[in-house]
Structure formats: C-alpha cells, structure tokens
C-alpha cells in the first residue's frame, strides 16, 4: 500500500487503479454506498452561447474554443445518502487513516468535518434518493477531499468548462438535446413542472453521455470563481482546460440551473454566481462555513481527471479552492 501526504492527513493510493477508461462505481468504505462515474473523454468545444440564442446573457460570450482531457463525472448529483455520510463522520471513524506514521491517531485538525446542520437542509422536500442541497461551496470542496482520503482516487468540482463541455455531450444547441424548450421537461426538472420542490435524481432523461439532471433539478457548484467577463481572455484563441481559480469568497460559478428556474436558466452555456444573500437566515454568528439557508436549489456533482495529478498539484488545488475562507 501507498501513502502520500496531502493537506493535513496522509492519501492512501488506490491498491486496484483503474486503467480503462470506462464507466465503474466508487463504492465508499465503511458503507454499502457508492457513486457511479461516467467517462467523459477529452476534446474541443466551443464554450458559451451564439448572440442569437433565445435567453442569452451578456456572460455567456464571446462564444469560444475551449480544449478540455478527458475526465469521469457522477452520473447523478451527489445525494443525500452520499453526502451524510460526510456530515455524520467522526474523528474517530477516521482514526485508520494514518497521518504521522501508520500508528498515529487522526486529529481533529487533520480532516476538518462538517458542523450538524442546525435545521433540516432539505426544508421537508425529502432526502431518500434526491440531491442534496444547501452546503456552501466550501463543504462540497471538502466532500470531494474526504473522499479522495476514503478511496485514494482523486475527485473535485468540475471546473466551468469541463461542466459545459460535459452537460453539452457533443451539441452546440441551447439545450443538449436541441434549441426546443417545449422539449425541456423530458429531460429536466423546473419551474414549470418541479411542483416547486426537487426531485428524484435520475428520474429524467440523459443526455448523450448517460448524465443525468444536468438540465434543472439542482444547479451545481464548480471549481471556479464566477466573473462575468472572463470568456474575454480567451477571444480567438482556444483555451486549454481554463479554470478561473477562486480569490474571494463571491462570487463562486453555479451552472444547470434548478426545480426553481424558468428553461433559459437551464441552458447548456448559462452561468450564474454565488451571492452572500444565499446564508442570510443562518442565525449563527460567525455564520456556518458548511451551510446555506437560503439556496435551497444548489447542489454537486464530482469529477475525476483520467490523468492522476501529483500530489503538488492536488495540494495547490485545495489551497486555492479553500484559502479565503
């Protein structure tokens, strides 16, 4: 067995790597859960929307190339079966992960764990087989490295790109299945047809990969810092797996729009950014750095690059997802 050091605690490499590039289940230790990743093999695509798409903001342009490699992606947004198994660990669930040596007892400090949440996050919508919903972009950040810790596989957000790239599935329509909204509620969860609460995850169609919900349901945290003219930088070149690393706490990017939205907020090129306002309620002071009360439409789903990064890399990514919290 393999360990490195990352971020506090030590990794423990995956004793069975998967080496084809094919769809497989992630099971979790210490549960009968898993989570099912998808194949997204690499390429080029134009990012962003024509100035002739119905719905279109001032964000979503200049239209550009963008080249992203390959990745795995959930198949499903991340579900609240998954993700209390994060928020109910304890320090010493994870006392077999060794941080100084193999007999060495895992601190506090090492893995930061959610605070319980201080009202029901799911606001009575239900929990068994639907996404989960309000943590801050903080906490899915550090579900994903939870789980890099639990499996030895290294999972994140997806950035802005490889979200697009992934909802679009080979289109270059509004919707990855076409320009028709009349279309949207076969394939996605929204205002018109939610029942003004979300939904099952995977109860609608996928798109050409075998995603599902990535029109409506939830939107869903990515890896950047949302601007609103950063596709600017990039006119008339192509763009080689852009992420726009975070610097202040908001705006984050949120992309797919939710149960909550009208179908222009559910295009493949829509963007939207995190706002203060989405914690207004919490009644703690300082306010949680785990949870929302007021975005009760934002979720996640995690990726996993087919090429592993070193270990640098995976610390420089935490540090600059986390620092300015």
Known sequence: MLLFFISGFYLEKADHDITDFSAYSQDIPGSDISIEMIPVEGGTFKMGSPSEEEGRNDDEGPQHEVNVNSFWMGKYEISWAQYDLFVKETVSDLAGLPVSGAEAEITADAVSLPTPPYVDMSFGMGKDGFPAINMTHYAAVYYAKWLTAKTGNFYRLPTEAEWEYACRAGSQTAYHFGDNPDEL??????????????????????????????????????????????????????????????????????????????????????????VSRWKQRDPQLPKSLWWLTDAEFVGFRLVRPETTPSKEEMEQYWLEAMEDF
């Not at 949302?226 to 797996?241: K, M, Q």
Request: net charge negative; aromatic share 16%; hydrophobic share 25%.
């Open 185 to 274: 509620a076969d394939y996605g969860w929204f205002y018109d047809n939610s029942e003004y609460k979300y939904q099952k995850t995977g109860t609608k169609k996928p798109n050409a990969l075998g995603l599902y919900d990535m029109h409506g349901n939830v939107a869903e945290w990515t890896m950047d810092q949302y601007d609103e003219d950063y596709y600017s930088e990039f006119e008339g070149i192509t763009a080689d797996n852009p992420w726009l690393r975070p610097n202040e706490l908001y705006p984050r990017s949120v992309r797919g729009g939710s149960w909550k939205d009208d179908p222009e907020r559910l295009r493949c090129a829509a963007r939207r950014g995190s």
